[in-house]
């Protein structure tokens, strides 16, 4: 056979093995807070030392005031944002979230920042009604003992937070 | 305009094709070889003249891999001066590099493509999905201090969202989708090497199962194996071999702030793929108006219509209208502008998954103008597309005969 997965592994092929399951966050050194935030049902996003931007994801470099030496350090955050786009994962390509479908993502713009996006799972369900520019606040899946893993519900309109998203 | 020294001095002299299947029981690089001795027999050259090796870089060498070790071992190729291993759209842009800048002069270019085995759902070979599955299967999780944003949508949903963000944005339909995939279809029942050879119809695609809404099965391309190949020398030598030669007039790549995966959080009109087709127009002679052929990119069709408007068919968010108004209902094809024919083989969607390496050699048979009856009649400029994803690895190339 080819090179692939069932080369990779050396066993004889994922048909043989039990399904998996949803894999579940493995924190590592940098992103450890965030988790640790997550699992209290706090939402962090990373915020740059120098010229307060938060990013996502916090990488090597700022992207805004373009500083090598950002000090990026995990901030909560409201978790109100709107709805920039969306879809219904109807199948799913890879182990792990076959079991899990259908299940809704929505890209979420929040409110802190225009740009500032974070994707996660609308806990109302793949039947939601939803159009772009619908307000949403975080939620949380506990998906493990000590393992939480942010995502969104549908909000109320905010009075501080954004209306219709930019295109 | 750009610098563009390398215009016309480079020419496609061979191209070698496998036949496409959902499942070939083949190793990669067995579907390698057939394509580059394919090749380097329409070339009509020795194999001792080819000094420069382009593989594909996706499977680890040693294990049925086309990379250039493997594929110049297997070929008996005595010599090379220049190697690289390269993917997609841009393995072709390398290959003219190193040939303009005299590192070699008669390279080969490969790209074979299979279907992972033991994925029982046949899409789920993208090489984005593929390297996460060798990861899980290695015992690795996806972790690392990037993942914040990926770990949610993990494959190809992200096109999904930036479909449904396109309908909503510029009250776009359905239906410029289906007239791609319709499109793509028709020309791919002529197409021998086609995998899925039976005509649809607009109702087809609207019927089409829903994998990730908005986009249905028929929005997105077919998994298959497949191996392509192509010989690129220079233009001098071209002369002199059996082909009428097929020039690179001009080429460019694509590379945006945001590189990778949904991280490309860019406007809709300052991904890379805009990047990479205003680089080719400022490199190219041949203009948007003296196009015969055009090759978008169609891993899904939300990167055609993305490839049409960069291209400059339309501005953006107009190719619904575009594509209604060049819709050929008698042929069940697509005629931009009344002339340019897209995607003749069927590309993606219907010939099967080559990553967009099936235009290249493609657009150099019709190029030539000696396929019987599927050849299109005095095409002599042909825009390629290949990788053209929002985010990873677009290019623009023009080709061009005499
Ligand atoms: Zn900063």
Aim: hydrophobic residues 40%.
């Amino acid at each position: 056979m080819t090179a692939g997965p069932a080369a990779a592994s050396g066993s004889s092929g994922p048909a043989a093995a039990p399904e998996p399951t949803r894999p579940v966050p493995a924190p590592d050194e940098r992103s450890a807070p965030y988790w640790a935030a997550a699992a209290r049902h706090v939402l962090t996003v990373a915020r740059c030392a120098r010229c307060s931007t938060y990013v996502v994801p916090p990488d090597h470099t700022c992207p805004h005031c373009g500083s090598t030496d950002p000090g990026f350090a995990f901030e909560p955050v409201s978790g109100r944002g709107t709805v920039r786009s969306w879809t219904v994962v109807r199948q799913s390509f890879l182990p792990g979230f076959r079991g899990e479908v259908p299940f809704l993502l929505v890209d979420v713009e929040l409110a802190e920042q225009p740009e500032l996006r974070v994707i996660g799972r609308l806990l109302d369900g793949p039947d939601t009604t939803l159009r772009i520019g619908a307000p949403v606040a975080v939620a949380f899946e506990d998906v493990a003992d000590g393992v939480s893993v942010p995502a969104f519900a549908l909000a109320e309109p905010s009075a501080t937070g954004p209306g219709e998203v930019r295109s | 305009m750009a610098r563009n020294p390398l215009k016309d001095s480079l020419a496609v002299v061979g191209v070698g094709s496998t036949p496409y299947g959902r499942d070939l029981k083949r190793t990669e690089l067995s579907l390698a070889l057939e394509a580059a001795i394919g090749a380097i027999e329409d070339a009509g050259i020795d194999r001792q003249e080819i000094d420069g090796v382009c593989g594909t870089g996706m499977d680890p060498l040693a294990m049925g891999g086309s990379g250039f070790l493997t594929l110049q071992g297997a070929l008996g190729i005595e010599k090379t001066t220049w190697q690289k291993n390269g993917w997609l759209g841009s393995c072709f842009v390398y290959a003219a590099e190193a040939v303009f800048s005299g590192l070699c002069d008669t390279v080969l270019v490969v790209q074979a493509y299979t279907r992972g085995p033991g994925m029982s759902r046949s899409a789920a070979n993208d090489p984005f999905r593929l390297r996460a599955a060798q990861q899980r299967m290695a015992g690795q999780v996806l972790t690392g201090q990037s993942d914040f944003a990926r770990r949610w949508i993990h494959s190809g949903e992200p096109y999904a969202a930036w479909m449904a963000r396109y309908m909503h944005d510029y009250k776009a339909t359905k239906d410029a989708f289906a007239r791609i995939a319709v499109n793509n279809r028709t020309h791919a029942t002529r197409n021998p090497r086609a995998a899925m050879r039976t005509p649809i119809t607009m109702e087809d695609y609207h019927a089409s199962r829903v994998i990730w809404e908005p986009m249905q099965m028929l929005d997105m391309d077919v998994p298959v194996d497949c191996a392509e190949a192509l010989i690129i020398t220079t233009a001098e030598r071209a002369m002199d071999l059996r082909h009428k030669p097929v020039y690179i007039h001009a080429m460019s790549l694509g590379g945006s702030r945001v590189g990778e995966y949904y991280d490309n959080s860019l406007g809709w009109t300052d991904n890379s793929l805009w990047i990479s087709l205003a680089g080719l127009w400022e490199r190219s002679d041949v203009t948007i108006d003296d196009l015969d052929l055009f090759f978008p990119y169609d891993g899904y069709t939300i990167d055609t219509v993305g490839c049409i408007e960069a291209a400059g068919f339309c501005k953006p968010g107009e190719a619904g209208d575009l594509l209604a108004s060049s819709w050929d209902a008698e042929a069940n094809i697509l005629r931009l502008g009344g002339h340019t024919l897209l995607t003749t083989n069927g590309g993606g969607l219907s010939q099967g998954r080559a990553g967009g390496f099936n235009f290249y050699t493609e657009a150099v048979r019709q190029l030539r103008g000696a396929e019987g009856e599927r050849q299109v009649p005095d095409a002599r400029t042909a825009l390629v597309c290949p990788g053209s994803s929002f985010f990873h690895d677009p290019a623009s190339v023009m080709l061009r005969t005499d």
